[in-house]
């Protein structure tokens, strides 16, 4: 109802892959909502989270005979899978510059930035060495300053300019 959140999974291998952020209104969980033989992934705020949530063995029943419940969660997963495709095809049309600028201000956090690089360059599909170089790049032009946690947004309005063509 409020807040950011990001879903990860945790591989075999003890790798933290990002999967996908949220924000309101979203449901969280509708997956194994469904299909109770999903494995669920693990959710972790961003920010302050404010969410209604409902016992699945309550509610499941009654939720999956209820065809506007139905109705609902079918156009939501179609604009979820929507903006995954959407994303792929942003990983390959846009230069790093311009997607890692996007993802800050997604995953931002008052004005700081925090995420490790690690998960950052999977997720954007580029090599970690690449990654610090546009970050280092973001330094040097006076959009990001390195801090002990992360690094502090200075420049809102460049990055919003770099991120409008990815999110058009």
């Known amino acids: 109802m409020k807040g950011k959140a990001k879903l990860y999974d945790t591989l075999a291998n003890g790798?933290?892959?990002?999967?996908d952020f949220f924000s309101p209104p979203c449901f969280i969980g509708e997956m194994e909502l469904v299909d109770e033989n999903q494995t669920a992934?693990?959710?972790?705020a961003i920010e302050d989270?404010?969410?209604l949530a409902l016992s699945r063995q309550d509610c499941q029943k009654r939720l999956l005979e209820d065809a506007l419940f139905l109705q609902k969660l079918c156009i939501y997963f179609a604009h979820k899978n929507y903006r995954n495709i959407?994303?792929?095809t942003q990983n390959?049309?846009?230069p790093?510059?311009?997607?890692l600028a996007a993802f800050i201000l997604l995953t931002q956090n008052e004005g700081t930035y925090r995420e490790k690089h690690t998960q950052v360059a999977e997720y954007l599909g580029v090599s970690y060495r690449h990654l610090l170089?546009?970050?280092a790049q973001f330094v040097e032009d006076g959009y990001l300053k390195k801090i002990k946690k992360g690094y502090l947004i200075l420049d809102v309005h460049k990055l919003t300019q770099l991120?409008?063509?990815v999110k058009a």
């Open 15 to 19: 790798k933290v892959a990002l999967i």
């Open 133 to 135: 170089f546009v970050i």
């Open 92 to 94: 390959q049309g846009f």
């Open 86 to 88: 959407k994303a792929s």
């Open 96 to 99: 790093l510059s311009q997607r």
């Open 41 to 44: 992934f693990s959710v972790q």
């Open 163 to 165: 991120a409008a063509e």
């Open 49 to 51: 989270c404010w969410c």
